[in-house]
């Protein structure tokens, strides 16, 4: 089973990792600036996790550095041929405004909005709630937290890090199996890297398509097909039939042609004429060739004005 930890900073990613692989396998004593790949065995799986760096909380996406969101987007790609979830880590002792909400959003919409479809909401610190539980704390936390959870499809859990519950742990794989078995058994997986740098590539199988955002190409060809659009000439009509070199261009056209009414503007009627002189300037050169390829050449004499 594959799994990437995704959320703000300080959140508790890492103690989830080593909660969730049973051992200290991830540093918690400092920020991770990189994406931290650990394996082990859990309740009779191979488990694979990976962490990405944190965000922070009150952070738009627009202001989290390049290289972050790169790791983040780097991140599905790590455990190949993909993750089947995606946790996303909510401290559970903390308020969680409209602020975090969108900074959540956005952060975890790097990979894709169906990234959602593979989500599942991870509460840490989960004895900080005491006799509450957790439906009562998302209830209490009001609209923000409850449109996470049911952004992704009602799926949390909570845990509490540090203790030694292989229950706790078992209940999330359970959780995750039955999250991948609702989506046919697919799962999200990485692109290629992209020479450029870009960010926001996202593919997935199981009826998840590539959705590379490439605005710039998109533009380019956009711009490229209406410039195309405006310079091309009307097509003739298919009726019709283009005159022979041999014919002197330009006497019985049709009216349409004569009065440019293939086309309403200026612009047109004048690429209308250029396109018409330079038919007569190839037909004259085409006659010029046939001629000279049959005339016969002079004698020696008659070039030198010798009688013979």
Known sequence: MRIVLLGS???????????????EEFDTSGQTAECVKREGETAGRHITVVEAPGWFRNSSVENTPECDKQEIVLSVSLCPPGPHAVLLVIDAKDSFTETHRRAAQE?????????WSHTI???????????????????????????????CGN???????????????????????????GNSGGHITGLPDDPRGDTGYYSATSGLESEPIKPFDQMSAAAST????QQRLPLRPAHRTAPRAEENVGEGLPDEYSRGDLGSDSAKSGLESELMK?????????STQHFAQQKLPLSPCAEEGVQP
């Open 9 to 23: 900073r300080e959140n508790g990613k890492r103690s989830s990792g080593n909660t969730i692989l049973g051992r």
């Open 107 to 115: 952060h975890l919409e790097l990979l894709g909005e169906r990234v």
């Open 121 to 151: 909401v991870l509460f840490t610190c989960g004895d900080w709630l005491g006799n509450t539980t957790i439906e009562q704390h998302i209830e209490r936390e009001g609209k923000t937290l409850q449109w996470v959870v049911e952004k």
């Open 155 to 181: 799926r949390y859990h909570v845990v509490e890090n540090g203790k030694s519950d292989g229950g706790q742990v078992k209940e999330l794989l359970e959780k995750i199996e039955e999250m991948v078995a």
């Open 226 to 229: 209406q410039r195309f659009e």
């Open 278 to 286: 330079s038919f007569k300037q190839l037909s004259a050169a085409a």
